[in-house]
């Protein structure tokens, strides 16, 4: 990371954990773009249920991103600090290799059909209204609210599947 410039401390002052890369993955399909967006089977099975309850409801929901690789993350980054963006704001938005939840395969990032991916105005729309009432019965939390303690930027889009606890 240190070839980045991020910190060596990053983990610790922004709160966040190691992410382990996911091995095991499950196709949701493709994201309007065409690209396959794949997540850990369990975390894909909860999509589709969520997914199909919101469309029970008039919800359309689109997925935009799933897992994403540690180098992946590294190469996102690589490209904002080549365009010139300083990594102190890149690491509001963009979470250092090995910290991303998309890395271990249960995080994704939702939208809704045509209109623009991953911006704040997602919050002021059904789909996300919906997400906030009733993600959670699906095993979904969003991981980035305002003023989040991680300092990482509000993230409405960004749904992270927790494991199913066993009784």
Aim: no cysteine; charged share 20%; proline share 8%.
């Amino acid at each position: 990371m240190s070839d980045l410039g991020i910190p060596a401390d990053y983990g610790r002052w922004r709160g966040l954990s190691l992410q382990a890369e996911a091995t095991e993955l499950a196709s949701i399909g493709p994201n309007p773009d065409g690209r396959d967006i794949q997540l850990a089977p369990e975390a894909a099975q909860a999509w589709s249920r969520m997914r199909a309850a919101a469309r029970g409801d008039g919800i359309m929901l689109v997925a935009h991103s799933g897992f994403r690789s540690m180098q992946r993350q590294s190469e996102i980054i690589h490209a904002k600090l080549k365009a010139g963006e300083a990594i102190e704001n890149i690491l509001r938005l963009v979470a250092a290799p090995g910290y991303s939840e998309h890395h271990t395969g249960r995080a994704i990032d939702i939208g809704v059909p045509g209109e623009p991916p991953l911006t704040e105005a997602f919050a002021g729309t059904p789909a996300f209204a919906w997400l906030s009432s009733r993600a959670a019965g699906f095993g979904f939390r969003m991981s980035f609210p305002r003023d989040n303690p991680h300092g990482i930027a509000y993230e409405p889009w960004h749904w992270f599947y927790q494991i199913a606890k066993l009784p």
